[in-house]
């Protein structure tokens, strides 16, 4: 018997996030699903070039640790977890839960893992279509492409939630899919249903990137107070079958949670608030209000919206070359004149050696890394240079970093704490993939 009203809670906004917050999310929210969104698209092509090392890998590398953290409660109680740490490998991410399950005395977990979002032999067939920032086509990138994930929708998150599985493991869905499968899954909504996807859609797109919606992102010292922030709690939404909405967040965490909080995150990344395209529908937000309802409390009213789009976005990853960076720290009188004479150096350096680069950047932190030097600044009294370049070529771009560092003994004077990295760039491009070349499907690992 489907309940008539249920509790989600958000267990992560990002791949990196704190884990604590999930913990007392599990053990006190008193939360019937626990959803965690870790994935961004920095996050998925670096898990992309992960997997193309080690097949293996690929998955978020804080899975073990978090799932340690929230796998005893959410079982004991039994909350179902919903996540997309398993970016490009979901299968992998499964096995490495169900590791975690055994090690933890719990047994043989099921896991339901959603497949599909790897669309790359559809975009390789498919070379016509064209690149959403430039127009070209996609065969412009094809020869380096690494990956191509497509954007699912709640409609196969809540398939592997009607499995019975207790963890729920994706790759590349929407981010606020997750929530929305849970509301869909707890509450038997219909996928054609709008004003309820409205609901479930305005609510994953407030708690998707967790203490932004409690203070995190808001706080600002005697403009912005928020309390007891290195103790920030998550959010959580209690949703009726009906449709009302009410955000909140666990009794006695840190943070804050009110009208003024949710203006701001409601903004989060909406590039048009009355056309919010996501794969399950298109959001309107233009009559959305806030209403304070107790401590921590708000209820979200007036969410509309469309039918879904006939296309999935897909983000392609594709090799783009290499970065070589260097930092070094000059501080006293006439600090700012020696980093400059340090640039010129390393620019001069990296000449004579032969090198050349497409693109380069050099930072005065403190001085012009945010918004330029601009004019009327005082001179500091320390400040770091940072110089980055890329180049297709890997010799080229660890130049960079080598040259910054051998200024510590080479001049200019009162140069230290130099670093020196080499990264592999995976670039980013998005398409849109007609729905009907796209086979999401899911599969349960472990037991039946």
């Known amino acids: 018997m489907k309940k008539t009203s249920i509790r989600v809670g958000c267990g992560a906004g990002f791949s990196d996030d704190r884990i604590d917050p999930a913990q007392e999310m599990a053990e006190k929210g008193r939360i019937d699903y626990l959803a965690f969104e870790c994935l961004a698209e920095r996050t998925i ?17 804080y899975l073990a640790e978090r799932f340690q953290a929230v796998l005893p409660a959410c079982v004991r109680q039994g909350v179902r ?3 997309n740490m398993g970016a490009a490998n979901p299968m992998a991410a499964a ?3 169900r590791r975690e399950a055994q090690a933890l005395g719990l047994g043989d ?7 599909g979002d790897d669309v790359s032999e559809q975009i390789r067939a498919n070379p016509q279509l064209p690149l959403l920032e430039s127009g070209e086509p996609v065969e412009s990138i094809l020869p380096r492409m690494a990956a191509a994930n497509a954007y699912l929708g709640a409609d196969i998150v809540r398939a592997g939630l009607d499995t019975g599985a207790p963890v729920v493991m994706t790759g590349r869905v929407s981010d606020p899919s997750l929530f929305l499968a849970c509301m869909m899954h707890g509450l038997d909504w219909s996928y054609d249903d709008y004003p309820r996807l409205a609901v479930g859609t305005i ?15 808001f706080a600002d010292p005697g403009k912005k107070d928020v309390p007891d922030m290195a103790r920030i709690g998550f959010p959580f939404a209690d949703v009726t079958v009906d449709g009302r909405l009410v955000l909140g967040k666990v009794e006695g965490s840190g943070g804050r949670l009110d009208v003024m909080t949710c203006k701001e995150q ?10 919010y395209i996501t794969p399950d529908c298109v959001l309107d937000i233009t009559d959305v209000s806030f209403e304070q309802v107790g401590k921590d409390a ?31 720290g000059y501080a006293g009188p006439n600090a700012l004149a020696r980093a400059r004479l340090a640039e010129q150096i390393v620019r001069e350096r990296l000449k004579m050696r032969g090198f050349t680069y497409p693109e380069m950047r050099v930072d005065y932190i403190g001085m012009s890394s945010l918004h330029g030097m601009g004019s009327g600044r005082s001179e500091p009294y320390e400040v770091r240079l940072r110089i980055a370049a890329r180049s297709p070529d890997r010799k080229t771009a660890q130049a960079v970093g080598f040259e910054v560092r051998t200024l510590h003994v080479n001049g200019p004077a009162g140069g230290g704490g130099g670093t020196n990295a080499l990264r592999e760039v995976l670039g980013v491009k998005s398409v849109l993939l007609p729905r009907n070349l796209v086979k999401p499907q899911v599969v349960v690992e472990g037991a039946r």
Not at 203 to 217: F, I
């Open 298 to 328: 708000v209820q979200v009213n007036g969410a509309k919206a469309r039918a879904r789009t006939p296309t999935y976005k897909v983000v392609v990853g594709y090799h783009d070359g290499w970065i070589g960076e260097g930092e070094v």
């Open 95 to 97: 096995r490495a839960v």
């Open 266 to 275: 409601v903004l989060y990344e909406m590039h048009d608030p009355s056309s």
């Open 109 to 115: 977990l099921p896991v339901a893992v959603v497949l």
């Open 81 to 83: 977890i919903v996540t």
């Open 45 to 61: 092509a670096r898990e992309n070039l992960a997997r193309l090392k080690d097949p293996d890998k690929g998955y978020t590398p």
């Open 203 to 217: 609510a994953g797109h407030m708690m998707e990137c967790a203490a932004q919606l409690t203070g995190g992102c």
